[in-house]
């Protein structure tokens, strides 16, 4: 993977807990994918009991400067871009490329 300022500043404020909002367009990608417990809470450590990791493959992640931009876009992980954390100071664009 690879993060440019935005993203690493996203991911300082993330680690610690602490509100974020983006100063600047953020770009980063993951070649080989990754996982996260929800799609929607970020701070979940292991999926509900019966349910699957969130499993992607390669993908480039956006953060938008004004998250209202985000409005109106899929929240479901597929084939399309999607948002990842919606309504979270946290969310961003997830564009799988494989």
Do not use: R
Request: charged share 15%; with cysteine; glycine share 12%.
């Amino acid at each position: 993977g690879c993060f440019d300022k935005t993203w690493q500043e996203m991911f300082g404020a993330y680690m610690q807990k602490k509100p974020f909002k983006a100063k600047a367009t953020g770009l980063s990608y993951m070649l080989k994918g990754g996982q996260a417990a929800s799609n929607t809470d970020p701070f979940k450590m292991a999926p509900d009991s019966g349910q699957q990791w969130l499993t992607g493959g390669p993908h480039v992640m956006l953060i938008l400067a004004n998250a209202a931009d985000l409005k109106g876009m899929s929240t479901e992980p597929g084939g399309a871009p999607w948002v990842m954390w919606a309504g979270s100071p946290y969310a961003h664009v997830m564009m799988p490329v494989n």
